[in-house]
C-alpha cells in the first residue's frame, strides 16, 4: 500500500509561488505515473498536472505555463513549482498515482490564495 506525505502548502498572495512536495513509500515509485490533484471547497478533485515514468508531462489547461510537475526517483519524492496563484487554485492539494489504482489518499496540503 503506497503512503503518501504531502507538504509546501500555505497563504500566498496573488501573483505568489509555492512549491510542494509529496514523499512517497511502500510502492515502487520510479516505476509509476504521478499526479498531483486539488480538492477545492464544494467541487470535486481533479488532476492538476500529470507525470511519467519516462518524465512526460501533462497539465490542465487552467494551469499550464504556471504549475510545473517534476520528480526525483532517487528521493521517491514528487514537487509541484506553482507561480502566478490566483484565487481559482485554492484547494487542499493532494499526490497520488495517476490513475489512483486504489491507492488511500495522503491528508494533502492547504493552498490558499489570498490578498
Known amino acids: 500500500q503506497m503512503q503518501l506525505v504531502e507538504s509546501g502548502g500555505g497563504l500566498v498572495q496573488p501573483g505568489g509561488s509555492l512549491r510542494l512536495s509529496c514523499v512517497v513509500s511502500g510502492s515502487i515509485f520510479r516505476l509509476l505515473p504521478m499526479g498531483w490533484y486539488r480538492q477545492a471547497p464544494g467541487k470535486q478533485r481533479e488532476l492538476v498536472a500529470r507525470i511519467f515514468s519516462d518524465s512526460t508531462t501533462w497539465y490542465r489547461d487552467s494551469v499550464k505555463g504556471r504549475f510545473t510537475i517534476s520528480r526525483d526517483n532517487a528521493k521517491s519524492t514528487l514537487y509541484l513549482q506553482m507561480n502566478s496563484l490566483n484565487r481559482n487554485d485554492t484547494a487542499v492539494y493532494y499526490c497520488?498515482?495517476?490513475?489512483?489504482?486504489?491507492?488511500?489518499w495522503g491528508q494533502g496540503t492547504q493552498v490558499t490564495v489570498s490578498s
Open positions: 497520488n498515482q495517476s490513475p489512483p489504482a486504489g491507492n488511500g
